[in-house]
């Protein structure tokens, strides 16, 4: 009885959920601060050029405003300019982006803006008052494929932002497209002669993610594949630091940066300067993300304080960790420090990694490292 409930709320709820948006999204749109909001919008589509962003957003805005004709003229010119991958996979991509770092050559997802991009392109496709056309389907499909290569191991992508709006757009494909039979895919992996492990996956299990790990690399592996399901492989690696292309420039160090007086080894400030200098004038909004040393921990007050002086937007404090929010960043350097102080001693203290990054294009980082001033004295 109970299963047979749970099948028939998976079914109704995604159906009353799209008449109570509905319901909602039309109330909305008699408001007047609405109607003229869209007045304003439909004469942006008037331009000569509209940035391709630009473009998804105002698809976007227009089907939940119930404007078909003009979500249709915004899809029309996306869909010309539209990337197709060998792989049966479209996407969108933006006339700049950043310039891909030398020494990461294996990071190929896109960047976080175009992430949006494609999220909110595969919005304005699924969001209408009619259900969406065998076509617009078809290309809805097509998105979805790329989006999902760019997710990284844990399901997300760069940014919270990107993360929500991609989400957010694979869900409600899934909500229009569910069917609760035909789920039966099976995965055999194996490497040589020798099977690793196999994948059953159906309606009761799939959504529940499956693991195995991969006991050599490099080494040779082969998946044999019965049905529709997404697979995914996840390297992760160190690199040694390289600056010189770097779009920000860090310095990192320690006050007092050497072991002296009485109380080096138990408090002392990390001190930071940031600019940028990359392609453009200022960053977006930059995270500085500060890792604690072995044994330490940030001081909150020193931390708050920033935040007080305006130095910083603000601040985020874990355990081992500290994210510093910043508006911009420009050219001229921006100073700021804190103080940590040792909770636990720790001997041999290895150096912790500093970055600063583009919360937008997450491709734009720079990172240092800093040590304790009396990392070699004894525990």
Not at 96 to 107: A, E, H, T, V, Y
Request: contains cysteine; proline residues 4%.
């Amino acid at each position: 009885m109970l299963a047979a409930l749970g099948r028939a709320y998976s079914v109704a709820v995604p159906a009353l959920w799209n008449q109570l948006l509905w319901s909602s999204v039309w109330l909305l749109i008699f408001h007047p601060v609405v109607q003229n909001a869209l007045v304003c919008l439909e004469k942006v589509t008037e331009a000569k050029e509209i940035h391709i962003y630009l473009r998804a957003l105002l698809a976007y805005a227009f089907a939940l405003a119930g404007k078909d004709d003009k979500r249709q003229e915004m899809l029309d010119s996306l869909l010309k300019v539209a990337v197709k991958d060998e792989d049966g996979s479209i996407h969108w991509e933006r006339s700049w982006k950043p310039k891909q770092r030398s020494d990461f050559p294996l990071s190929l997802r896109a960047p976080s803006a175009e992430i949006e991009l494609n999220g909110y392109v595969l919005l304005a496709l699924m969001t209408k008052k009619t259900s969406p056309s065998q076509e617009e389907l078809t290309t809805a499909a097509a998105i979805v494929k790329w989006l999902t290569k760019q997710q990284n191991p844990n399901g997300g992508y760069s940014s919270t932002q990107d993360t929500v709006v991609a989400l957010q757009a694979l869900s409600q494909y899934r909500t229009l497209t569910y069917s609760k039979d035909g789920i039966d895919a099976r995965v055999t992996l194996s490497s040589g002669d020798t099977v690793l492990t196999q994948f059953h996956v159906d309606s009761n299990n799939s959504l529940l993610l499956q693991c195995q790990d991969l006991p050599q690399v490099p080494g040779n592996y082969k998946a044999e594949v019965t049905g529709c399901i997404f697979m995914q492989t996840a390297l992760k690696y160190n690199v040694p630091l390289r600056q010189e292309d770097a779009p920000f420039r860090l310095d990192v160090h320690t006050v007092p940066e050497t072991c002296t007086g009485n109380k080096a080894h138990v408090t002392f400030d990390i001190a930071m300067s940031v600019s940028y200098t990359g392609q453009r004038l200022v960053s977006n909004m930059a995270i500085v993300k500060i890792n604690m040393l072995s044994g330490y921990i940030p001081e909150k007050s020193s931390i708050k304080k920033l935040e007080k002086q305006g130095q910083i937007q603000k601040s985020e404090v874990n355990i081992n960790h500290v994210l510093l929010y910043l508006d911009e960043v420009r050219n001229t350097s921006q100073t700021f420090s804190f103080t940590v102080e040792q909770e636990t001693p720790v001997r041999g203290l290895k150096p912790a990694l500093v970055k600063v990054y583009d919360y937008y294009e997450t491709d734009e980082f720079a990172t240092a490292e800093y040590t304790a001033p009396c990392s070699t004295g004894k525990a």
